[in-house]
């Protein structure tokens, strides 16, 4: 190589150098621009979790309240088998649920329905998949009472239970002051719905909300972007990523399913086969899928979505980068909810557990 | 009042104070010289908890064993049904059992024999109520494979459900470095084991135990003193206060059960109604009582235990002593222990749940 083949050659690889310096500096602002835009679209879609959940008038969140409704929330006394608790199907080790299609109740019986995660419930418009109970308090009093589930005969035996024990009537008198009889079934759901408050899980989701764009990663930014460009947005939104609203499962393409959801609860024609929309928090740790639990993979669950919602079929890497963004939503569990409380003993007045 | 009598009246009162002051003095020394005497007793008769529970060589305790074998604890996914975990029947919010006459498994068939608390029970002599386990390892692996209770059909079912899941092989590696397939039944069993060495519950007892003459009541003292004289620390001795002999049941007087413990394992004559001794660490706790789970007060516990191992009837007054100090073995469950894991999520290789 002589000199001016050498300097020609210096000059085109600093040009070049040059060049793509260039690119990649500008390829990076657009995608900051991107991100901007794309984090300005999802602040207005979505929100972050807050720190605690807002409790209603009647039922002020309290620390005391907080214990004694975790201790209710792993007693499996609430159950007419005494080994049944909240937590045998709201398993706090898996995310809320138990990960069966239906869950397995008093006398292995099953139940109708998949069992929703109790994470972040109390920020969702109603409970349950039909909405049938207001709030989590309303939700509390019916698993114990249900007789596929807990299968206490009457609240009072529910009552007698708890008020057999001594430890339990001191901190009902605490938590419920100036109350002449504390240890009741309101009390009982009160206290569980309390504890159930503090179960919000926030995950790296959130921080992209709060402003860090880095909290995710490109390819679930991608999916976000889909997530909202595809329309998945206009039912999964809020505080908790759907939980606002109810909608019908089925818009486009019938959903194989007998089940008519809020239909039995309201009897009104437009409600056949209307569910509240789950909330996508954690899902990637609570299939199966659907009111039914018959659909146990993330992806297939995204392609019938895509199917019945939106009359769309999503390709499949549309649906791997959604489903990147939905494992986004995979919170922490406070450690606090999962510790175990040391459950005072029963006493010779405590009603016996009734197994067979 | 005159001088005289004034005088006669302060030497009166000062006689009466001193000779008080005297008697009070000697009957507290006497009663400080019987302490010495019940602890040097009680010291040779049992041992306070160690801090950590001795390991087998081939299976030393590490804290990534234990982890991992904490989160195994908790997994339903050993269950075939996926409902049932080690802490379904070993509650550690209940004091490692489920205050159930049997257990309930799966389909909900009831077991044969009451579940004995997991609680110190590494330092048993061998485990079950008939010591048909040599340790806890051994132990580990039977209740995932009993059709009655956690009902897998074979250990690779078990072992195929954990390597399904990446986050679980990781852990295994790690736990186990070294091994080509570290994924098997044998170490599932020894991480558990790991585990429960770990639930080791000290109380007010061992701080007797070592020199702390107050840390027992003077009723719970009578009680200790009772339980040596009458002859209960015969069998209930040691570190666990009994889980460290066999003996048949009804030496004195037929205990009414058709069950013929030790026999059924070892075919020999004089095994018959032969059970292992339970620990009475954390008894209070632990009902209903004896390996048929029939007897769920703990005074009626102990009338029995005096008629039929004894040949006494035990006078009220003694039996509430003896319970009184029966309660002071009530301990302190760690934390660590109580504070459920986040479980790895399956994948669409794992087995799914069975439970028709």
């Known amino acids: 190589m002589n000199m001016d083949a050498l300097r020609r050659f210096v000059a085109v690889v600093m040009f070049v150098g040059t060049a793509s310096t260039i690119a990649v500096f500008s390829s990076r602002l657009s995608a900051e621009d991107a991100d901007d835009a794309l984090l300005k679209k999802a602040q207005k879609l979505f929100k972050p979790l807050p720190e605690q959940m807002p409790a209603p008038p009647n039922n002020p ?26 937590n045998s199907c709201h398993n706090l080790a898996t995310f ?47 698993p114990i009472l249900n007789p596929v589930e807990m299968a206490v005969p009457d609240s009072m035996f529910a009552v007698d239970r708890i008020k057999s024990i001594p430890q339990y009537v001191e901190l009902f008198k605490k938590v419920f002051p100036g109350q002449e009889d504390p240890v009741n079934y309101d009390n009982i759901a009160k206290a569980i719905a309390a504890f159930e408050r503090t179960l919000v899980t926030p995950s790296r ?22 997530f909202i460009s595809k329309g998945c947005v206009s039912c999964h939104n809020g ?40 909330s996508l928090r954690n899902v990637a740790m609570t299939y199966p899928y659907f009111h039914d639990g018959k659909v ?25 980068k959604i489903v990147a963004f939905l494992k986004s939503l995979t919170g922490e569990i406070p450690e606090y909810a999962r510790t175990l409380p040391v459950l005072p003993p029963s006493t010779p007045e405590t009603p016996k557990p009734v197994v067979k």
Chains 1, 2 share one sequence.
Not at 100 to 127: C, D, M, Y
Request: net charge negative.
């Open 61 to 86: 969140t309290t620390p005391e309240k907080v214990e004694l409704g975790k201790m209710l929330y792993y007693d499996p006394r609430l159950s007419l088998s005494g080994f049944i608790s909240c």
């Open 96 to 142: 809320g649920v138990d990960n069966e299609e239906t869950s397995i109740g008093h006398k292995w019986q099953l139940g109708p329905r998949n069992a929703p995660t109790v994470l972040n419930a109390g920020f969702h418009i109603a409970q349950f998949w039909d909405g049938r109970a207001k709030d989590l308090e309303e939700q509390a009093k019916a």
């Open 205 to 226: 989701f959130d921080k992209f909300l709060q402003g860090d764009k880095n909290a995710l990663t490109a390819e679930e930014k991608e999916g976000l972007k889909l």
């Open 239 to 278: 505080v908790a990523v759907g939980g606002g609203m109810y909608s019908k499962i089925g818009i486009f393409k019938p959903y194989p399913t007998e089940d008519q959801g809020r239909f039995e609860i309201t009897k009104k024609k437009s409600d056949k086969f209307v569910f509240k929309v789950p």
């Open 296 to 320: 146990w993979d993330l992806h297939e669950a995204v392609r019938i979505m895509g199917q019945t919602q939106l009359g769309i079929n999503l390709k499949d890497d549309e649906i791997n």
